[in-house]
């Protein structure tokens, strides 16, 4: 690694979120001298308003059917009680608990921590608050932000950021988008108790996901109260009383107490002088960056969401941990960003890895796929009319399985594993020589029979 004494630091990072803090740590134990600038909380979107609040919101949501379903196992159930306040200060709680665990873990690599909103000079000056900084390198790492449709009264709509801190549960929400984020709070709101509509302007939910998920998940969600208009679209909020009056384009009106915009995120770019500094951003405002994460300026890097690449918190880090090894140890390394498994925390979750049916079709030509869709064990008892999918998308030439997908209870968990069968290129063959484990939904994985060859049509 070299040192170039010159500059106050050999990398300055903007961001202290999922990208910024593991660029930073890694940089910092190559023997980087790192500073690291943060303008809200530490920890970045994933820890303080994102994956983890999320996922401990959508916990609370599941415990509404488990009470249910007890009953079919021989409990008798008290009614239960629901309070918002308590589940609210106890993810606070926890968020902060994680919060001073990253300060802790920069701290500890020898990071210097400074508070406030952070700039790009030039190639390498950064300014924070009146402060200046030079560095041999630059890390982006603002990560993105959601953005609200410029209709009149979206002023008066939240997004994510705001439903992690609401004062109560809103009795009537409206979710507007079709995205992950979308339906998940829809299925948090809805399992908490509140009368939920998710109105969306396209075709179905979760767009460029397996169409068979899409259309499974829709169903199931409205199975549980959750009601879906698409091709649907908001046109005016009003404020109306302690409620809201939403127009609609059709002409139709809904009476909530909340809209949540969940219609996508922009990254963070605006305002963080990269265009006086020659970083060329895409259409959207996003980092243009190479395999290495290196912008159009060489000294100045970017990583995460900020780069429109794959908004996902272990694609941040990844990208940090590659940018860290490439700067400092001498290892240029590029991320993979094929085959990357993910999950929709979803009422039910939903779990998927490599192409879904369509995009497959697209480039293999014919496919052979295996799907199933059947009521799960534990629902004989609970009586909950609940049906899982699985589907295995194979190559038909080659064999491989190049996409599992799944809706189900512990869907993430599952494909996870699953994830490094298909990026490990293994066939259908393989899969079957796997013995199952039973009774549980994955061994479908490894038993599925009935095929149906798809020819794409050219
Ligand atoms: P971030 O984590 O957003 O960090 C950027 C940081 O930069 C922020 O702390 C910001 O305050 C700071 N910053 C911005 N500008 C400046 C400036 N000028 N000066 C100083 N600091 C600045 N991903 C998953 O993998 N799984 C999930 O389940 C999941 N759920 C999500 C749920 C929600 C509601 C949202 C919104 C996102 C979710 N994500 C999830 C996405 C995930 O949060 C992001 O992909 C991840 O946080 C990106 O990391 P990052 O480092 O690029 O940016």
Redesign the pocket.
């Known amino acids: 690694m070299s040192q170039d004494k010159k500059y106050d630091y050999d990398l300055f990072v ?9 660029a930073s740590r890694m940089s910092a134990g190559y023997g980087a001298r790192v500073a690291i ?15 983890v ?3 401990l919101l959508s916990y609370a949501a599941h415990f509404h059917e488990d009470f249910e379903d007890a009953r079919g196992f021989g409990w008798t159930v008290a009614p239960p009680q629901f309070s918002w306040p308590t589940l609210i200060a106890n993810k606070d709680r926890e968020i902060a608990r994680l919060e001073a665990i990253y300060i802790k873990l920069l701290q500890g690599s020898g990071v210097e921590l400074m508070q ?4 790009v000079l030039d190639a390498h000056t950064v300014s ?1 608050g009146e402060k200046q900084f030079s560095a041999a390198h630059i890390l982006l ?6 953005v609200k449709p410029a209709i009149p009264g979206a002023e008066l709509a939240i997004t ?2 705001e ?2 801190e609401l004062p109560e549960l809103p009795q009537r929400v409206l979710v507007v988008g079709g995205g ?2 979308a339906v ?2 829809a299925g948090i709101f809805n399992g908490l108790g509140s009368q939920v509509t998710l109105s969306y302007r396209g075709e179905e939910i979760l767009r460029g996901f397996d169409a068979d998920v899409q259309r499974h998940l829709h169903e199931e969600m409205e199975k549980k109260g959750v009601r879906i208009l698409l091709h649907h679209e908001v046109s005016a909020i009003t404020r109306a009383g302690g409620a809201l009056d939403v127009a609609c384009a059709d002409g139709t009106r809904l009476t909530v107490d909340a809209v949540m915009f ?1 219609t996508g ?1 922009k990254p ?1 770019t605006a ?2 002088g990269l265009e006086g500094a020659g970083v060329r951003l895409d259409a959207g405002g996003g980092v243009l960056v190479d395999a290495h994460s290196h912008t159009s300026v060489a000294s100045i890097h970017a ?5 429109n690449r ?8 990844r ?2 941990a590659a940018l860290a090894a490439t700067l400092f140890n001498n290892t240029p390394t590029a991320v993979d960003h094929n085959d990357i498994p ?4 979803s009422q039910p979750p939903v779990g998927t890895v490599g192409d879904g049916e369509s995009a497959a079709l697209k480039k293999y030509g014919e496919l052979d796929v295996y799907k199933t869709s059947f009521r799960a064990l534990k629902h004989t008892l609970s009586g909950r009319d609940e049906r899982t999918l699985m589907k295995l998308i194979v190559d038909a030439a080659s064999q491989r399985v190049v996409g599992a997908h799944m809706v189900g209870a512990d869907a993430p968990e599952i494909i996870q594993g699953i994830g490094i069968a298909v990026r490990a290129g293994l066939t259908k063959s393989q899969f079957d020589a796997t013995v199952g484990i039973h009774p549980t939904a994955a061994e479908e994985f490894v038993t599925l029979k009935d095929k149906l060859r798809v020819r794409a049509h050219l």
């Open positions: 903007i961001g202290a979120g999922s990208g910024g803090v593991r600038a943060e303008d809200y909380r530490v920890g970045g979107t994933c820890v303080i308003r994102g994956c609040p999320k996922k406030g909103r952070a700039q924070v790492a603002t990560g993105g932000w959601p994510s950021n439903a992690f992950y984020i998940e709070f969940a995120r963070n305002g963080l990583v995460g969401d900020v780069t794959i908004a996902l918190t272990p694609v941040a880090i990208e940090g993910t999950a929709v925390f």
